[in-house]
């Protein structure tokens, strides 16, 4: 037992959490009784007993389950457990349960951690659908349910989302660029290990006083500021989420500048290395806006500051500029890794170079750019200066164009190739392609300050979000599962469940968000439990969409068990892709690599007679010359 | 390499599937009944943005699907694609024509934003106060008569809603208008709308504000001048002193539209 206590793992970490809670508890208590008050407090928007237990608890975990062992060792001058490599690889399935280095086992846990959260908030979802597939109030009260869409939209996106393109990158990545590893390794298993913790707190929110946080996903103030307890659980899982995100973007931006392979140019990065690139660059700025607004909306909460109590002089709108200045970019945190996944895809099983390949790069840099000067897009409405409203109409219309040339570079990579539809990877590649038009084309509509006036906070943004991140980013995600799963799992997967899955996904899609545009028009709010009869048949259609929708995850969860478990083993490349991650055994080796390759051409060489991207140690290197190597490479 | 392709056949189908599209698209009236002078103005620009995104939707699609028919591999084909990397005219063609279009659809936004906030000397003001869960209406020119849950307008006279909410955000939304705009507590907003047809409406609160936001409704009449006056001469109660106080408190942030000359 006390060998238990001093190892770093699951018991030490349960043994710091309740001691860093019970700290946190006591501290306050501690504090407020030196102060002459109460020992603890119960006003709805208080409980600061709780909500610095809320920071310490999981601050207690990591301390236990040893995030922190080797920094702290250092820092106190002890002497640091030298690198045995323990930490890398994992032997059994019990190693994804522990506090791991391996960028390749970070992002297995990434990946079932997200889709472990994609499952609770698609069950929420279906709750949400259930209570709407008829007006009136049949299963859930009218607080309930804005709790149910608050939690579904803040575990799709920040539980999700987000973090899923990390997982994925957190594999795909170092290999993409011949790196034998993440730069910090160490930085890389605490962010994961913050993200369990930031979903914890989301869903423990229900069992809170009041109930879930019900301000909706945005938590506009001052809705939230005066809200039950739960909204606390919102503001500090985001921070958890948020410093998770951010410090993957740090590892991926220095992995990226300081760790290509020899040879590796930017020009020769493959695009989804530019994605995670552009999409760093956005986390690092902008995701600091939404953690700070959200400790201010606690502070007005637990410390009566007056940031946005316009009673004690602050200043409504203001959260709004901040908010959005955030989640306006992450948006595209949401999309760009999705660009590169397509990229990756298309290119591979239409056996053809990437069409436009530096504009293609140099349109996400413009995305990135642009994407901060677009914000108050979501605010046309929201009582800000009106002059505000052009300048960001005309930006917000003119990143369509970038958009476009993706589009458009994408649908150009097909022609005059060898199309392969047999993966389902490539399915929701090209199907993404149709569905992301339609919520750029809808998006390109609300970006139109008399347009967006009139669909502004009804069905119309519903549809519009759900096309661009569910038809637009889950559709990537699934591309990105689906394409690199034999790489991962060193199995193949069932593509006949997976067609399954790719057509229910598809059909659902459609029947699910296509008439949300039309009630919304028609005049249907949003975040309603209840609405006009008027509206009942096609939120019955919705309803009967989103069921479908909904089973057939099903499939494809039972397909990723069953064949990660059962599956034929899988061949080092067995979609004939020349990116360097393909050029290892599936599973790769422990260590990546034996020796780093050398880069001598760019990615996607398909057809072109000689050309290759990287030479791989062991290869003959006798023909250095990128132009008269003959073999395309498949070491194992 | 173009010059391989049918392009003006694929262009053909794209015209005929845009025309095809729309048509059905423009047949519908997605907005549902027109009741100001803004709504026409809105609508059009809708209807205009429907045509350009049935073009956008059909080139996809056409490109898409033409691709998948010309170029799918026969089976056991393992040979790749031609090495194309790429034709800067294409490149070059496909971001000037969207910028051009965006920035057509950005101008033509900015003057029907333009005329639709347009301020008349003559207007009518009502001051709305929204609080959880409810509406009401004070009418400063009529002697600060007040009604609660029910706003009556002259029809054909421009109205300007100054917003005042009492708590938390709310959402002003006449769907028939097709005008909303926050309510925001500590400050004014203002709203403008010139009804044009007389019949009863629905104002509906669009911005979250809690359990009763989905039943936070009120009726709106649209009347013929002489019964509104009526009807305003039958108001009894005055404003309440802790809602004018809120008049007198809220700083005016939005106070002067785009075409008002600017602050």
């Known amino acids: ?636 | 390499m173009i010059g391989r392709l049918p392009i003006a056949k694929m262009l053909a189908v794209v015209v005929v599937m845009t025309a095809a599209i729309s048509a059905v698209m423009l047949s519908i009236n997605w907005d549902g009944q027109e009741a100001s002078t803004a709504a026409p103005k809105i609508d059009d620009l809708l209807n205009v943005m429907i045509v350009l995104s049935s073009f956008v939707f059909s080139l996809v699609v056409v490109m898409l699907f033409y691709a998948l028919w010309k170029f799918k591999a026969k089976p056991g084909d393992e040979s790749d694609g031609e090495p194309i990397h790429g034709n800067t005219k294409l490149e070059i063609a496909w971001t000037l024509i969207p910028t051009v279009i965006v920035l057509f659809g950005a101008g033509y936004s900015w003057s029907v934003l333009h005329d639709i906030e347009k301020q008349d000397k003559h207007h009518l003001t009502v001051d709305v106060f929204s609080q959880q869960y409810a509406w009401s209406f004070g009418y400063p020119g009529k002697d600060d008569v007040y009604s609660q849950g029910e706003l009556h307008v002259p029809v054909n006279e421009q109205i300007q809603f100054k917003m005042h909410a009492q708590d938390v955000i709310h959402s002003f939304w006449v769907p028939e208008w097709r005008i909303k705009k926050d309510n925001v507590p500590g400050i004014t907003t203002t709203a403008i709308v010139t009804p044009d047809k007389l019949g009863t409406y629905e104002l509906i609160c669009t911005e979250l504000c809690g359990f009763g936001h989905a039943s936070m409704r009120a009726k709106v009449v649209v009347e013929t001048p002489a019964d509104f006056e009526k009807w305003v001469g039958g108001l009894k109660e005055k404003v309440p002193a802790p809602l004018a106080e809120s008049i007198t408190q809220d700083t005016e942030t939005n106070p002067a539209p785009l075409n008002a000359g600017g602050a």
């Open chain 1, 1 to 636: 037992m006390t060998a238990a206590i001093k190892q770093p793992g699951w018991i030490r970490g349960a043994l710091g959490a309740i001691l860093g809670a019970a700290f946190g508890f006591a501290l306050v208590v501690a504090i407020r009784k030196a102060s002459g008050l109460p020992a603890t407090q119960t006003e709805q928007t208080g409980y600061p007993q709780v909500v610095v237990a809320l920071i310490t608890g999981p601050l207690g975990f990591l301390l236990g389950f040893g995030a922190f062992d080797y920094w702290l060792r250092w820092a106190v001058g002890m002497p640091t457990i030298p690198e045995d490599h323990s930490q890398h690889g994992a032997k059994s399935w019990k190693d994804y349960f522990r506090f791991n280095t391996d960028h390749k086992v970070i992002g297995i846990q990434y990946v079932c951690t997200t889709f472990f959260f994609f499952f609770i908030g698609g069950l929420l979802a279906m709750l949400i659908r259930a209570e709407l597939a008829q007006p009136g109030t049949q299963i859930v009260d009218a607080a309930t349910f804005n709790s149910l869409f608050s939690t579904h939209a803040a575990i799709m996106i920040f539980l999700f989302v987000i973090p899923v393109f990390a997982g994925l990158a957190n594999y795909v990545l170092p290999l993409m660029i011949g790196a034998p590893d993440m730069a910090f390794p160490r930085l890389n298993a605490l962010s994961f290990w913050m993200l369990p913790l930031a979903g914890l707190l989301f869903i423990g929110s229900f069992l809170a006083p009041g109930g879930a946080f019900d301000a909706g996903w945005t938590g506009y103030a001052p809705l939230s500021t005066g809200a039950p307890l739960g909204q606390s659980f919102f503001n500090l899982g985001v921070q958890f989420a948020g410093a998770s995100s951010i410090a993957t973007a740090l590892n991926f931006l220095v992995t990226i500048i300081t760790m290509r392979a020899p040879g590796m140019t930017f020009w020769r990065m493959p695009l989804l290395v530019w994605a995670n690139l552009s999409t760093s660059l956005l986390v690092v700025a902008a995701t600091p806006f939404i953690a700070g607004v959200q400790f201010m909306v606690l502070f007005d909460r637990a410390l009566h500051t007056n940031f946005f109590q316009f009673a004690g002089g602050g200043d409504v709108v203001s959260y709004q500029h901040i908010f959005w200045f955030y989640s306006h970019p992450a948006v595209y945190i949401m999309m760009l890794p999705g660009f590169g996944i397509i990229s990756e895809v298309i290119s591979t099983h239409a056996r053809k170079p990437i069409f436009g390949y530096r504009l293609m790069a140099l349109a996400l840099i413009g995305i990135v750019v642009l994407s901060y000067s677009v914000w108050a897009h979501h605010m046309f409405v929201a009582g800000m200066f009106s002059w505000l409203r052009v300048p960001m109409m005309i930006t917000t219309l003119l990143i369509a164009v970038p958009t476009g040339i993706k589009i458009f570079s994408w649908l150009g990579t097909l022609y005059f190739g060898k199309i392969h539809t047999y993966s389902t990877a490539m399915l929701f590649a090209l199907a993404f392609i149709v569905t992301f038009t339609i919520g750029g084309i809808s998006g390109v509509m609300l970006g139109m300050v008399p347009i967006d006036i009139h669909v502004s906070d009804t069905y119309f943004i519903v549809a519009h979000i759900h096309f661009v991140l569910f038809g637009g980013s889950v559709f990537t995600i699934f591309a990105g599962v689906y394409h690199w799963f034999p790489k991962m799992t060193g199995r193949m997967y069932d593509e006949k469940l997976g067609r399954v899955h790719f057509w229910g996904t598809l059909f659902g899609t459609w029947v699910t968000f296509i008439p949300m545009h039309w009630i919304g028009m028609d005049g249907m709010p949003r975040r309603v439990a209840d609405y006009a009869s008027q509206f009942g048949t096609w939120n019955l259609l919705i309803s009967c969409g989103a069921f479908i929708l909904g089973a057939v995850q099903l499939v494809f969860l039972y397909n990723m068990i069953v064949s990660w478990r059962f599956g034929p083993k899988a061949s080092g490349n067995p979609w004939r892709a020349n990116s360097i991650e393909w050029q290892v055994s599936s599973p790769p080796p422990i260590f990546n690599f034996d020796e780093i390759p050398r880069v001598v051409g760019g990615p996607y060489e398909f057809g072109v007679p000689g050309a290759r991207h990287a030479i791989m140690a062991g290869e003959s290197v006798e023909a250095p010359a990128p132009a008269q190597a003959t073999t395309v490479g498949s070491a194992q």
